[in-house]
């Protein structure tokens, strides 16, 4: 637990590996290569969607949020949105990859 209250503010994401056990997977895997290619797309479609429906806003990537009230708390996240009419909000993206995933989007 001491490492977590004495890790660096902003970099937390070697240190969730570590207690994770992350091992890396293969970029041989299609489904893996699928998702790593479509979710900039799905992070650029939701951008264009939001600021059309709601104007200002901005999509920030981001990894591992820890809770600045309760640093054992976190959440893995792919991206931190922001606008004037909505406030700030968190993107989860999924890509599924199955029979259709051959078909470009």
Known sequence: MGEVYKRKKLVPDNLLKKICGY???PD??????YGRKYESVAVSQYFKKHTKECGNTTVESRGLLVNPKYPFLGASIDSLVTCNKCGVGLVEVKCPYGSDSKKEP
């Open 23 to 25: 091992v890396t997977v």
């Open 28 to 33: 041989r895997v299609k489904s893996i290569q």
